[in-house]
């Protein structure tokens, strides 16, 4: 009964965590935010809504967030030194021995002692400690030696240790707390550029679904021009204005061009379950299926957009998380060699103790007659140590002095390689945030005349496929060059359409190259000081 018992209490005790468990589990699988994106059975989205729900449904994103909340936690673990602690203790101990001589006072010698104890202890930011401890005792025997039965004794002490060299100050004792939030500070920074990294991925995909659905439906166009001359074609062989061997040229343009649009169809689907999972849909059942509708149009707004690239390059530098990262990364190296060198010093500690101590109980005579002289308790062992009747104290000065100490000349060794080794780091970032922003910045110039070249290119192109059409109703032209200038429509349309989305991809890595990607989407990230 008393196992089923412990058993049913530990199912009870266990139950609340495992509930915990199911309920974070199904926290984690639950997909937020596409309720109202829903429109006709379909996702409609645009860029900023794409945005919102990568933010919030992103593994990877959830996944470096607790990253920034493990680094709030340290900062809160470095401040348990100086916590204050708190012990007690209570025993009761019972004792019977034969004894051998009349010097043990009794032939069979029985003792009962309790006792209890009570302190406390306080570090401090200078490298203080303080400590004061209670105790006090009861002991019975029937010993016929003993002049006080029951005794009680009671101690109340107090000490303080200063160290005067090493760990002297505030600086050496708060310095795990200082560097803790300097690596705090670090791992935001580090989030922010995930979180701006994480930006443009999804920005990126979401073209690239639009540029596969632009393609697809150029490629749909050209197979139906196609498909338009070929029926014209067996129409003419029917009537026997046309070689049975010149309608293979048409036919097997058609089947070419069906095979282009199999192939576009599941880039396409490819793509669409790539940036479903960035945006979380595949959480949810509900949502993985829905057709995505991107609103957003490939063609840019104009103005086209103009950038210094002097300015962006000072942007960059003022506003890149990740530089600001190795910021507070070069702060937490410069702590770590003060707090090396600090170790190096001997270690000299000054340190005062004073206690009071007070006797209480029944006290008998030491004559041979065993009387009772007067009765006692422990309000008279309590009234002696408050009284600071029977007072002990002492000073102490300990030094250790090591001959050599490699550990700590290596420590700080470390520390300063690793604030070199911070400091080209910070050098090497600042480069390649250069060379970001200006290849940033060249490509989309490179898309700016891409669009108008494109452009150009389309029209010229189109007015070719008329032409030669015209010439083939004619009789003048021949089916090769109309399905020629059919391939060279649908080649120029998808390079218009290819160098409209390269636009705005540049435009999104501008913004990531200089900082400002956030800010563009008004992505704000709290800061919870710990």
């Not at 139950?15 to 984690?28: E, S, Y």
């Not at 109340?156 to 708060?174: A, C, K, T, Y």
């Not at 990740?322 to 090396?340: F, G, K, T, V, Y």
């Amino acid at each position: 009964h008393v196992t089923a018992c412990c058993l049913l209490l530990l199912m009870v005790a266990l139950a609340p965590r495992f509930a915990a468990g199911q309920n974070m589990a199904g926290k984690t699988q639950t997909a937020k935010g596409f309720d109202q994106y829903v429109v006709n059975g379909k996702l409609r989205l645009q860029m900023a809504d794409a945005v919102r729900l990568m933010l919030l449904n992103n593994s990877d994103v959830r996944i470096e967030q607790q990253t920034v909340q493990r680094a709030r936690n340290a900062v809160v673990r470095s401040l348990a030194p100086f916590d204050p602690f708190l012990n007690s203790a209570f025993s009761a101990n019972r004792q019977t021995t034969p004894t051998f001589s009349q010097l043990s006072g009794a032939p069979t010698l029985s003792n009962l002692a309790h006792d209890t104890q009570v302190g406390v202890q306080k570090t401090f930011s200078t490298g203080t400690q303080v400590q004061s401890r209670f105790e006090t005792s009861r002991t019975s025997t029937n010993s016929i030696f003993n002049f006080f039965n029951p005794s009680y004794f009671s101690d109340l002490s107090f000490s303080i240790s200063q160290p005067l060299l090493r760990n002297r100050g505030i600086f050496v004792n708060r310095a795990p707390i200082l560097i803790a939030q300097r690596n705090l500070n670090e791992s935001e920074a580090q989030f922010r550029q995930q979180i701006d990294d994480a930006i443009q991925r999804a920005v990126l995909e979401y073209w690239q679904v639009v540029l596969d659905r632009e393609s697809l439906q150029v490629l749909g166009q050209s197979y139906k021009a196609a498909q338009a001359s070929y029926d014209h074609d067996k129409r003419a062989l029917q009537l026997g204005a046309l070689s049975p061997l010149d309608i293979y040229q048409s036919e097997s343009e058609v089947a070419t061009r069906k095979v282009a649009v199999i192939r576009a169809e599941y880039t396409l689907k490819q793509d669409e379950d790539q940036l479903r999972m960035t945006l979380g849909a595949d959480l949810d059942p509900a949502y993985s299926t829905l057709d995505l509708d991107l609103v957003e149009p490939p063609k840019p707004p104009e103005p086209l957009l103009s950038v210094d690239i002097n300015k962006a390059i000072a942007e960059a530098l003022t506003r890149r998380p990740d530089l600001s990262a190795l910021d507070h990364q070069l702060e937490a190296s410069n702590l770590n060699i003060r707090l090396s060198r600090n170790r190096l010093k001997p270690d000299l500690e000054l340190s005062a103790q004073y206690s009071s101590s007070g006797l209480g109980g029944n006290q008998f005579s030491s004559s041979g007659a065993r009387e009772l002289i007067a009765s006692g308790g422990l309000g008279d062992a309590l009234g002696q140590v408050f009284g600071f009747g029977f007072p002990s104290y002492g000073v102490t000065l300990q030094l250790n002095f090591p001959i050599r100490n490699h550990a700590a000349e290596a420590n700080l060794a470390d520390a300063r390689v690793r604030h070199e080794q911070t400091l080209y780091l910070i050098r090497r970032t600042r480069e390649q945030v250069r060379l970001e922003v200006e290849n940033a910045i060249n490509e989309l110039e490179q898309a700016k005349q891409s669009i108008s070249a494109a452009g150009t290119a389309r029209d010229l192109a189109q007015k070719n496929v008329e032409a030669q059409q015209r010439k083939y109703e004619l009789g003048s032209g021949l089916i090769f060059l109309v399905l020629q200038a059919q391939t060279q429509l649908a080649q120029a349309e998808q390079s218009l359409v290819q160098a409209q989305v390269n636009y705005r991809i540049a435009a999104a890595a501008i913004g990531h190259a200089t900082g400002a990607l956030l800010d563009q989407y008004h992505v704000q990230i709290n800061q919870a000081v710990p």
